[in-house]
């Protein structure tokens, strides 16, 4: 089964430094999503990003918060000014079409210090 | 979207047939019932989708009243390895995001 594969699989950052975490989406897909869990809690949304634009946001993905597709096949999460409570769980997900059913990558856990 | 309610957690032994009950009370005529299985420290994976009625595959069976207002996800003869958190999720066709409830956390045991 194709895969989206996300990097690194853990990040440790200070307070108030930039981090880009990394996605490559299954490669035929064109509907993009970073999604969080912070520990013990619920999957959450932060963005929807499609034909190189973002569709739909949360209340949680601020100003601190982008996207970006730089190439044809990475899709990224920039958070510019890490906070202590953004240390989670990020995941990147994919699907063929709206509505389809998403592809969820391994995650990767960022930890702010 | 309509709101989901599903038991906080269920434990099963190995070899039994376990059923999630998810209700959704205000479903919407456009919505369909979605199910994702995550296992600790990994992202969710679609497990099956419906609209009416039942739909089955190789890992599950998904069953619809005619009315809608709950499903029921049917796992048959679980393992060990199908221990993990089992979300219900009512989504628009065409409508973004899928938004995530806490899931019911099924545990099997020896």
């Known amino acids: 089964e194709p895969e989206v594969t996300q990097t690194p699989s853990h990040q440790v950052t200070q307070m108030g430094q930039e981090v880009i975490l990394r996605c490559v989406p299954i490669s035929n897909h064109l509907y993009f999503y970073w999604y969080r869990q912070i520990l013990g809690q619920k999957v959450e949304f932060l963005v929807s990003?499609?034909?190189?634009?973002?569709?739909?946001k949360s209340e949680i993905f601020d100003d601190q918060f982008s996207v970006e597709r730089p190439d044809g096949s990475n899709f990224t999460l920039k958070i510019r000014s890490t906070k202590l409570e953004d240390s989670a769980m990020y995941f990147c997900a994919s699907s063929g079409m709206r509505g389809e059913k998403l592809f969820f990558g391994s995650g990767t856990q960022l930890s702010v210090l | 979207l309509a709101k989901t309610t599903q038991p906080i957690s269920m434990d099963s032994y190995e070899g039994q047939e376990v059923n999630i009950t998810c209700s959704h009370n205000?479903?919407?005529?456009?919505?369909?019932i979605t199910w994702y299985q995550q296992f600790p420290s990994q992202g969710p994976r679609f497990i099956i989708q419906?609209?009416?009625t039942k739909v089955t595959n190789e890992v599950a069976s998904l069953f619809i009243p005619a009315d809608r207002k709950s499903s029921t996800l049917s796992l048959p003869r679980v393992s060990l390895s199908d221990t993990a958190v089992y979300y219900c999720l009512v989504a628009r066709s065409g409508n973004t995001p899928l938004v995530f409830g806490k899931g019911t956390r099924l545990s099997v045991i020896a």
């Open positions: 205000n479903i919407a005529t456009n919505d369909y």
């Open positions: 990003f499609y034909n190189n634009e973002i569709s739909e």
């Open positions: 419906g609209y009416k």
